[in-house]
């Protein structure tokens, strides 16, 4: 065996265990530290969480945010969680409470957890780690979800809203009393290319919009009568497109669903139909 080759199969050797031991084993995405009860309120409330939701907390502690979710809101969830005691406390406080038809702690990784049946996912995570999240919560949620997160924002994803309220209880968390609370909706899927049907006074012919999405950010173009106009304004919003074209006082909403678009324009005080659907 050449020198080469040695230096290989010893390489193998070394490097293959460490990979499957740094699959693994769970990264850590955060020490135990409570949310505070005022905090959890608002997350929840400013979510909107209701009896028809089933909220699933990304590291969840005590479990106080899904338990509140179910006490409070009338929510089903499901705590996920790495630390043995955390989830057997949180089970049993949910069976005292009354509460264990309705919620579940289970330990597990959350990174591996399948959170596709979620309307509702919570997270108070190291910031790095909400990142490392964004790719998931984008391919497994439905359109429409909601993600919460506590003091760490999502880069490069704008909030539906955020909530802010100074709590004393921070200070010895976080060295200050500031705290936010992010909620995200998760969009529609919109990029690619669509022909639209505008109304009369509008265009003399169908439109066709180019779109481009980065997480929660839409840009792109539309081609209409001959001219190329950038998109101006683009919100979505789970699966509701807003947009301008640029140069034109034209207001487009619409709502996407799967692969058509259907709203109104709104242009010199009338409110008018418009369609669209996916070509490419
Ligand atoms: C800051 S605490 C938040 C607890 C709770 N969500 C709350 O807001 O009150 C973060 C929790 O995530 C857990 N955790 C860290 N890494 C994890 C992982 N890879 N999988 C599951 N849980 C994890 C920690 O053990 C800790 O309890």
Redesign the pocket.
């Given at each position: 065996m050449s020198r080469q080759s040695q230096l290989g199969v010893l390489l193998a050797a070394v490097l293959l265990p460490l990979a499957v031991l740094a699959q693994d084993k769970?990264?850590?995405?955060?020490?135990?530290?409570?949310?505070p009860d005022s905090?959890?309120a608002a997350?929840l409330r400013e979510a909107n969480v209701g009896p028809d939701d089933y909220l699933i907390?990304?590291?969840?502690?005590?479990?106080?945010?899904v338990r509140t979710a179910a006490l409070v809101f009338g929510a089903r969830g499901l705590?996920?969680?790495?630390?043995d005691k955390?989830v057997e406390q949180s089970n049993e406080m949910a069976k005292k409470e009354g509460i264990a038809d309705r919620v579940r702690f289970v330990?597990?990784?959350?990174?591996?957890?399948d959170i596709s049946q979620a309307t509702v996912v919570?997270?108070?995570?190291?910031p790095q780690?909400v990142n490392l999240l964004r790719e998931k919560l984008l391919a497994e949620l439905r359109p429409g979800s909601r993600v919460v997160s506590?003091d760490y924002s999502l880069a490069g994803w704008t909030p539906q809203k955020t909530f802010e309220m100074d709590l004393e209880e921070k200070v010895s968390i976080s060295g200050i009393t500031r705290t936010v609370i992010y909620v995200y909706v998760i969009p529609a899927k919109v990029a690619g290319n669509w022909r639209a049907v505008l109304p009369a006074l509008l265009a003399a012919g169908p439109m066709r919009l180019d779109l481009r999405q980065e997480g929660t950010t839409v840009t792109g173009e539309a081609l209409l009568d001959g001219s190329k106009l950038p998109l101006a304004d683009a919100r979505l919003v789970g699966n509701e497109l807003s947009f301008r074209l640029a140069g034109r006082e034209a207001l487009f909403r619409g709502k996407v669903t799967g692969a058509a678009i259907e709203g109104t324009v709104e242009l010199r005080g009338k409110s008018l139909p418009w369609a669209a659907n996916r070509s490419g």
């Open positions: 769970p990264v850590d995405a955060g020490p135990y530290v409570p949310s905090a959890v997350m907390d990304l590291g969840s502690g005590d479990g106080k945010i705590g996920v969680e790495i630390q955390l330990k597990q990784d959350l990174f591996k957890t919570t997270m108070y995570l190291l780690t506590h």
